[in-house]
């Protein structure tokens, strides 16, 4: 009978030749469309190119090498015109590799990779013949061990699994039954001498069974029994009941002389209580719960006397304050030169707006002392400009001795102009002394002098005719020197010719390869560098114009935008001004600079409030080097910034929170310990 570990041995054996067969099924068909696809490749480059593949190269060149041979040894007409065709065969297949570079690759790697296909589907099917017979060896041996115990040679494994449960099945319920017959007789035995001694305990007992059976004798002796017990439980009962009642009746007597005792003393000691006060000489005493009543009142009367003292005091201060609020608003009002006899509150509502009404025309008055000191600045820049303009007109007009800037143009055109045809002259004066070989004009122009032209004109047509003839000579002789040296390179004593065209040819080859991925590499370098760029462009335009506007802002126009220029491979962001060139943040003030720097970090939130939940912006007194006007401004865009997100600013200067105030009313100020 097979063991159930020699069974799981044949079912592992039999998984793992399972999944081999599949995997081998697999491999074969994949490598099989693998080398149906590269035959295909290679026969349709072979067709479109007219290319053959390295063995058909390789005998080619084994064919030419042996023509050759036989023309060394043999030396006629039939052996050098073998030799011929063979090595024209041959050189056709080396140039068509040579100007179908890419294709003869493509070639190459598909007959190499049809040549690895086929041996790697050779060895799947090696692989798949040994793991079918690795299955025909188990299911022998699995077959050999079912015809032993009378079983099906073909029996599956599942079946035989099935079949082994459902004997140790059979088995268990046979042992089963076994017992069970065993045990049935015992207990019928033992059933007719207890059926006996029931019937002899209730003949005891006074009482004749008229039925022998079990069930009706055992019946019958619980009836008597449980009868007996019930009269013994309820005469047990009753004594304990008794001395229960005893034992709680003496307690409580007790008990009740103990607490007639406690009630008198408490009595007396209330009555000498009583009598010590002036409670004793009420007529009739007071019981405890008038008392108590009493007790309730007193007690409510401490804490509204402290009340009444709490509230006095308040009215007191109150009322001093009051009058230090009247004298202080009759003293500024008195100071300003109004009325003091009016309202006091309608007179400091009076105040209030007068205060305010200065708060106005002082910021008026600081922002149009700034317009001031601008307008001065650029008139003076103006009237500087002018007088470096005048003075540098003077300069020309003087040099030129011209009596407008109009008249030192003209002159400056007229000195170019002069300029150009002295050039032109030296140029035409250097090839005239070059074609007469002489050192100066003077000796060139006596050479021209002594000539005579229509000699001249002979000798260079005659010149003209031989040139054309010796450079039609030229070409002939170098046509016959390449021929020559075709000749001369196609005869030698062994292939060592040929096998250095091959290498030149193949070096030839590589270059032309690494230059077409150089030019691929560097086409795609470029490629990046352009998406970047526009990646850098599109993606900027919106926070760059924000920040160029809030930046304007704070500045109050002084500055107009921002920009970037390009530097190296990276950019920079440079400020552009009303007047003058452009700044980088290096050249700024250290106020302009940490405006540029608030502008760029408005610019972000909003950039990072449109597509994420809006953070807190904390600022650390960021406004410390600006002046009232500018951070006028800059509280202005922060105000516009709180109502998408919470903004924070530290500060230890307490007019910066005068204008926060003047901008958004409804901050909120913590003044934190220091």
């Given at each position: 009978?097979?063991?159930?570990?020699?069974?799981?041995?044949?079912?592992?054996?039999?998984?793992?030749?399972?999944?081999?067969?599949?995997?081998?099924?697999?491999?074969?068909?994949?490598?099989?469309?693998?080398?149906?696809?590269?035959?295909?490749?290679?026969?349709?480059?072979?067709?479109?190119?007219?290319?053959?593949?390295?063995?058909?190269?390789?005998?080619?060149?084994?064919?030419?090498?042996?023509?050759?041979?036989?023309?060394?040894?043999?030396?006629?007409?039939?052996?050098?015109?073998?030799?011929?065709?063979?090595?024209?065969?041959?050189?056709?297949?080396?140039?068509?590799?040579?100007?179908?570079?890419?294709?003869?690759?493509?070639?190459?790697?598909?007959?190499?990779?049809?040549?690895?296909?086929?041996?790697?589907?050779?060895?799947?099917?090696?692989?798949?013949?040994?793991?079918?017979?690795?299955?025909?060896?188990?299911?022998?041996?699995?077959?050999?061990?079912?015809?032993?115990?009378?079983?099906?040679?073909?029996?599956?494994?599942?079946?035989?699994?099935?079949?082994?449960?459902?004997?140790?099945?059979?088995?268990?319920?046979?042992?089963?039954?076994?017992?069970?017959?065993?045990?049935?007789?015992?207990?019928?035995?033992?059933?007719?001498?207890?059926?006996?001694?029931?019937?002899?305990?209730?003949?005891?007992?006074?009482?004749?069974?008229?039925?022998?059976?079990?069930?009706?004798?055992?019946?019958?002796?619980?009836?008597?029994?449980?009868?007996?017990?019930?009269?013994?439980?309820?005469?047990?009962?009753?004594?304990?009941?008794?001395?229960?009642?005893?034992?709680?009746?003496?307690?409580?007597?007790?008990?009740?002389?103990?607490?007639?005792?406690?009630?008198?003393?408490?009595?007396?000691?209330?009555?000498?209580?009583?009598?010590?006060?002036?409670?004793?000489?009420?007529?009739?005493?007071?019981?405890?719960?008038?008392?108590?009543?009493?007790?309730?009142?007193?007690?409510?009367i401490s804490p509204l006397e402290v009340e009444r003292e709490s509230l006095s005091h308040r009215i007191e201060a109150m009322r001093r304050d009051q009058e230090q609020f009247v004298h202080a608003v009759q003293s500024i009002a008195s100071t300003l030169g109004l009325a003091t006899d009016e309202d006091p509150l309608k007179l400091a509502a009076s105040l209030r707006r007068h205060l305010e009404l200065a708060r106005l025309n002082d910021e008026k008055r600081r922002g149009k002392r700034a317009d001031l000191e601008q307008a001065e600045t650029a008139h003076r820049q103006a009237m500087e400009a002018i007088a470096l303009h005048e003075a540098e007109a003077s300069t020309f007009t003087s040099f030129f001795g011209a009596d407008s800037l109009?008249?030192?143009?003209?002159?400056?055109?007229?000195?170019?102009?002069?300029?150009?045809?002295?050039?032109?002259?030296?140029?035409?004066?250097?090839?005239?002394?070059?074609?007469?070989?002489?050192?100066?004009?003077?000796?060139?122009?006596?050479?021209?002098?002594?000539?005579?032209?229509?000699?001249?004109?002979?000798?260079?047509?005659?010149?003209?005719?031989?040139?054309?003839?010796?450079?039609?000579?030229?070409?002939?002789?170098?046509?016959?020197?390449?021929?020559?040296?075709?000749?001369?390179?196609?005869?030698?004593?062994?292939?060592?010719?040929?096998?250095?065209?091959?290498?030149?040819?193949?070096?030839?080859?590589?270059?032309?390869?690494?230059?077409?991925?150089?030019?691929?590499?560097?086409?795609?370098?470029?490629?990046?560098?352009?998406?970047?760029?526009?990646?850098?462009?599109?993606?900027?335009?919106?926070?760059?114009?924000?920040?160029?506007?809030?930046?304007?802002?704070?500045?109050?126009?002084?500055?107009?935008?921002?920009?970037?220029?390009?530097?190296?491979?990276?950019?920079?962001?440079?400020?552009?001004?009303?007047?003058?060139?452009?700044?980088?943040?290096?050249?700024?003030?250290?106020?302009?600079?940490?405006?540029?720097?608030?502008?760029?970090?408005?610019?972000?939130?909003?950039?990072?409030?449109?597509?994420?939940?809006?953070?807190?912006?904390?600022?650390?007194?960021?406004?410390?080097?600006?002046?009232?006007?500018?951070?006028?401004?800059?509280?202005?865009?922060?105000?516009?910034?709180?109502?998408?997100?919470q903004v924070i600013v530290a500060t230890h200067h307490r007019h910066l929170i005068d204008i926060a105030r003047g901008m958004c009313p409804a901050i909120t100020v913590h003044d934190l310990p220091m």
């Open positions: 009978m097979p063991t159930s570990e020699q069974i799981e041995d044949w079912r592992g054996r039999a998984e793992t030749i399972r999944q081999a067969l599949v995997t081998r099924r697999s491999e074969i068909e994949g490598l099989t469309n693998a080398a149906v696809e590269l035959a295909a490749k290679i026969d349709s480059i072979k067709t479109a190119t007219g290319l053959v593949d390295d063995a058909a190269a390789h005998a080619s060149r084994a064919s030419r090498d042996d023509a050759w041979r036989s023309h060394r040894q043999a030396m006629d007409q039939i052996t050098a015109e073998a030799f011929e065709s063979s090595l024209r065969h041959d050189d056709g297949i080396i140039d068509a590799q040579l100007s179908q570079t890419s294709q003869a690759a493509d070639l190459r790697q598909a007959v190499q990779a049809s040549a690895t296909t086929s041996a790697n589907l050779k060895r799947a099917d090696e692989l798949h013949s040994e793991a079918l017979d690795l299955k025909s060896v188990l299911q022998g041996e699995i077959g050999g061990a079912l015809t032993v115990i009378g079983l099906p040679p073909d029996m599956h494994l599942a079946e035989l699994d099935r079949w082994l449960l459902r004997r140790v099945s059979a088995l268990e319920l046979a042992a089963g039954l076994k017992g069970a017959s065993n045990e049935l007789q015992s207990v019928q035995d033992d059933a007719k001498a207890q059926i006996e001694r029931l019937a002899s305990a209730l003949k005891t007992a006074g009482i004749m069974a008229v039925d022998t059976a079990f069930d009706t004798l055992l019946l019958s002796l619980q009836t008597v029994v449980d009868q007996q017990k019930k009269r013994l439980t309820e005469f047990a009962n009753a004594g304990k009941s008794v001395d229960s009642l005893t034992a709680e009746f003496v307690a409580r007597k007790r008990d009740f002389a103990d607490a007639q005792s406690i009630d008198d003393e408490w009595q007396r000691d209330w009555d000498a209580a009583v009598g010590s006060c002036w409670l004793g000489e009420v007529s009739s005493r007071p019981v405890p719960a008038e008392i108590s009543q009493v007790l309730s009142l007193i007690a409510e109009v008249e030192v143009s003209g002159k400056i055109e007229q000195a170019n102009r002069r300029s150009d045809l002295e050039r032109q002259l030296r140029q035409l004066d250097q090839r005239v002394t070059a074609a007469c070989r002489s050192e100066t004009m003077e000796d060139a122009e006596a050479i021209l002098t002594e000539l005579d032209q229509s000699q001249l004109e002979a000798e260079a047509a005659t010149l003209a005719a031989r040139i054309e003839g010796q450079d039609r000579e030229a070409h002939d002789l170098h046509a016959r020197r390449t021929q020559a040296d075709r000749a001369l390179a196609a005869i030698g004593g062994d292939d060592a010719v040929a096998r250095l065209d091959e290498e030149r040819r193949t070096v030839l080859v590589e270059l032309e390869e690494k230059a077409i991925r150089f030019a691929r590499l560097k086409l795609g370098i470029t490629a990046a560098h352009q998406a970047l760029q526009i990646y850098r462009d599109t993606h900027r335009t919106s926070m760059l114009q924000r920040a160029s506007e809030a930046f304007r802002t704070i500045t109050r126009g002084s500055y107009l935008r921002l920009a970037t220029q390009p530097s190296d491979d990276k950019e920079l962001l440079v400020g552009v001004p009303v007047a003058g060139r452009s700044k980088l943040a290096t050249d700024m003030s250290t106020g302009t600079r940490a405006q540029l720097y608030l502008a760029l970090r408005i610019a972000g939130y909003h950039e990072f409030a449109k597509t994420r939940p809006s953070l807190p912006f904390i600022a650390d007194d960021i406004l410390e080097t600006f002046d009232d006007f500018r951070s006028e401004e800059a509280c202005r865009l922060l105000a516009e910034m709180a109502k998408t997100g």
